[in-house]
């Protein structure tokens, strides 16, 4: 009961002691910082076609690796739905992922771009496109947390995948890694 007690304490602390606002000097930075670039694309769940999402996504490294914070919809108080890593082909193409696991699980961005479905906002046209140029050599593995129409989160996770998905072969699936690193050389 004490224990129950003490952490309801320390809790009310957080709400009774202001933060800063955001913006504010000497706003203590966070790993949510930085998820600024904004994308929407649909997402297959579960066998159905959903979205658009709309992704808020930062650079964890040059690779690149990328992770996006996916949302049903741009309001402020949209509930956080699914997690993407956008990684780079060069690591996931070179034995860290299995062409079975790869088949059944990440989309090719390359492939996802190409379709249109993917739009890149609030950047100027040239921008958005050197965001998608370098999503173009990725992969992506996308987490379904929370379900649109669920009350609560049911504590199932869902491997979403890209609209219009293919499968590759392992040579295909080799060849990515090859196509992607030309593509980066070449500024494309």
């Not at 990440?106 to 950047?123: F, K, N, S, Y």
Request: hydrophobic share 40%.
């Amino acid at each position: 009961m004490f224990r129950i007690l003490g952490v309801l304490g320390v809790l009310s602390l957080f709400v009774l002691v202001p933060n800063p606002a955001i913006g504010q000097e000497g706003k203590v930075a966070s790993p949510a910082d930085g998820h600024t670039i904004h994308v929407t694309a649909p997402h297959v769940v579960a066998g159905k076609v959903m979205g658009p999402y709309h992704h808020y996504c930062k650079v964890l490294s040059p690779e690149p690796v990328i992770e996006c914070l996916c949302y049903e919809s741009n309001d402020p108080g949209a509930r956080l739905e699914q997690v993407e890593y956008i990684i780079a082909k060069s690591m996931t193409r070179r034995g860290a992922v299995s062409l079975a696991n790869w088949n059944k699980n990440w989309p090719d961005h390359q492939q996802e771009i190409a379709t249109g479905r993917v739009q890149v906002h609030d950047l100027p046209p040239d921008k958005a496109k050197e965001v998608a140029d370098l999503v173009a050599t990725t992969d992506g593995i996308i987490f379904h947390l929370w379900s649109h129409d669920a009350t609560v989160p049911g504590g199932n996770v869902v491997i979403a995948q890209s609209v219009g998905h293919v499968n590759l072969t392992e040579t295909e699936l080799k060849k990515g890694v090859a196509d992607s690193s030309a593509a980066k050389r070449s500024g494309k």
